[in-house]
């Protein structure tokens, strides 16, 4: 074993040998060794979270066809620093009538429950903080954190505004979970185990192509767990302002965006191990375990970036049409989609990979066009209503204003 | 196994004293002149008119209903789906008629117009 084959488990041999050699009990030691691990995975997401706010404003910059910030450093890198200082300084502000203790438990607990989520990311083969054999239900209960922390400082604030974006933020988390839990069943279902190492060891073919419909469905029900447009009603800046951290000031605003900026990185993560691979890349992988990270974190920065398109793309919706939408299609698309990729795989179990693949793909393919089909038939019956109550109406003119003005001149 | 459970427990510890120690720093050095304009509850510049902690008709009371039974059921189906390479063609359509029976759930739910916004 040498550091290039095994990094983690080098140094962790290497300190627990050290720190014995002082004459540490070994329990102590490998504790602390396991502790400086974790503070490390925090850092280092930490590090990544300041350079998210970066990315997160040239994308939007370029989406908008500016610049972005281009002033501090080169490219403007140092940009997200000076905003740290900037937010440290401010002025903290505590309004009347705030529960404080809950006030100041939200934030933390936003960046925590998205910290959490990393402790079982397999970065490569070999570097991972823990292989939880539980790994997809984990995300859904240490996820559902960040929501219990926008609940709680929405409460907390003591505000109508972030009152109203608690209740909306309570009815996405509702009604997406069903979807997502449904969709995370399916790469359980093809890799026969939730573990997330296992799930990417056994993605021989990227589960994006046996199951793209899934893939799709995830990431839908990922933004809207997110809280991104189209899905940002909880904090929908024309109708409640700033929604749950209306109150919030300095850092610990700057705790909440942090905490929304790495929990949307997260979901691109996770996005890619359960379907884009993980760390696997044509046999890249084998170079060696930090190569294996780096193409992790690339993958999950295509995710990232993916959110980000949609987000500056697609207008925010109305919440009705938002829990309609949920309800009566992403839920029962998602569960056909479960039963059938489960009828497939104990049908062509035993077939060559071949078959196999052509098979899930093709169920995949038909399924989405038959759904397609069938979103056109409504469509048209719609339209049809909607045009043959204008024809009964007969409006005498496409444009009422203009012929108004017409009239007064 | 217990191991792994450590390790998710200094995560929580670590993880909350990473943002509490941001936060603690900020208290250290930003100003404090507090005073009661500043402190009032923001809306849009108006005088708050009553409580703040208003009673709230929550009209999606229906889905969370729904919502409820979905997520109990899914999470019996993760040993099924966990199992699905071992089990025969008959435990899978077994599987397979407990989702439909979701399903048939969800259907009456959206015949009787419960998923209709009130």
């Known amino acids: 074993m040498n550091f290039w084959t095994n990094p983690v488990n080098f140094v962790a041999q290497w300190l627990l040998g050290l720190l014995?050699?002082?004459g540490m009990p070994g329990w102590l030691a490998s504790l602390l060794i396991?502790?400086?691990?974790?503070?490390?995975?925090?850092?280092?997401?930490?590090?990544?979270?300041?350079?998210?706010?970066?990315?997160e404003r040239k994308v939007v910059a370029r989406f908008q066809d500016r610049l972005g910030p281009n002033r501090v450093g080169p490219f403007g890198m140092i940009q997200p620093f000076a905003d740290i200082i900037k937010l440290l300084i401010k002025e903290d502000i505590t309004p009347d009538g705030a529960d404080k203790l809950i006030y100041n438990l939200a934030p933390v607990l936003s960046l925590m429950s998205v910290l959490l989520l990393w402790a079982i990311v397999p970065l490569a083969p070999v570097i991972f903080g823990v292989d939880l054999n539980v790994g997809v239900l984990y995300i859904i209960a240490a996820g559902a954190i960040g929501t219990l922390s926008i609940i709680l400082a929405a409460w907390a604030s003591n505000n109508k505004f972030a009152l109203v974006g608690a209740f909306r933020q309570v009815a996405v988390l509702v009604s997406f979970e069903v979807p997502m839990l449904a969709t995370m069943l399916i790469p359980t279902v093809l890799a026969g185990s939730m573990g997330m190492n296992e799930i990417v060891q056994s993605q021989n073919v990227w589960?994006?192509?046996?199951?793209?419909?899934?893939?799709?469905?995830?990431m839908v029900a990922a933004i809207a767990e997110l809280g991104r447009a189209p899905f940002d009603l909880n904090e929908a800046e024309s109708e409640i302002v700033a929604g749950y951290h209306i109150e919030y000031t300095g850092m610990k605003f700057g705790l909440f965006y942090a905490g929304e900026l790495l929990h949307a990185f997260t979901f691109g993560g996770f996005w890619a191990v359960l379907f884009l691979g993980g760390y696997r890349f044509f046999g890249l992988e084998n170079l060696g375990p930090i190569v294996a990270a780096v193409i992790l974190m690339a993958k999950a920065l295509f995710?990232?970036?993916?959110?980000?398109?949609?987000?500056?793309?697609?207008?925010r919706i109305r919440i009705?049409?938002?829990?309609?939408f949920?309800?009566?299609?992403?839920?029962?698309?998602?569960?056909?989609?479960?039963?059938?990729?489960?009828l497939m795989n104990a049908l062509l179990r035993g077939t060559s990979s071949g078959v196999y693949i052509l098979g899930m793909l093709l169920t995949n393919v038909i399924l989405g066009w038959v759904i397609i089909e069938i979103l056109r038939g409504l469509s048209r019956r719609e339209r049809e209503r909607i045009e043959g109550v204008a024809t009964v109406k007969n409006f005498p003119s496409?444009?009422?204003?203009?012929?108004?003005?017409?009239?007064?001149? | 196994m217990q191991n792994d459970w450590l390790y998710i427990g200094l995560f929580l510890v670590v993880g909350a004293l990473v943002p509490a120690m941001a936060l603690m720093t900020s208290w250290i050095v930003a100003p404090k002149k507090p005073n009661p304009i500043k402190q009032s509850t923001y809306e849009c510049g108006m005088e708050t008119v009553g409580e703040n902690?208003?009673?709230?008709?929550?009209?999606?009371y229906i889905f969370a209903l729904v919502f409820l039974v979905f997520d109990v059921e899914t999470v019996f189906l993760f040993p099924w789906a966990v199992s699905l390479g071992q089990l025969s063609l008959f435990a899978v359509v077994e599987g397979i008629v407990f989702i439909l029976i979701l399903i048939a759930g969800l259907i009456y739910a959206w015949r009787k117009g419960m998923l209709e916004w009130v």
């Open chain 1, 20 to 22: 014995t050699g002082w």
């Open chain 1, 34 to 55: 396991q502790f400086i691990g974790v503070v490390v995975l925090v850092s280092m997401m930490m590090l990544i979270d300041i350079f998210l706010v970066w990315i």
């Open chain 1, 207 to 218: 589960y994006i192509v046996l199951a793209p419909l899934a893939g799709l469905i995830f």
């Open chain 1, 303 to 315: 995710g990232y970036w993916l959110i980000m398109w949609v987000r500056y793309t697609v207008m």
């Open chain 1, 320 to 324: 009705d049409h938002m829990l309609a």
């Open chain 1, 326 to 342: 949920n309800w009566k299609f992403l839920t029962p698309l998602a569960f056909v989609l479960l039963m059938l990729t489960a």
């Open chain 1, 398 to 409: 496409p444009h009422p204003l203009s012929q108004g003005e017409r009239g007064k001149g």
């Open chain 2, 53 to 60: 902690w208003v009673q709230f008709k929550a009209q999606y």
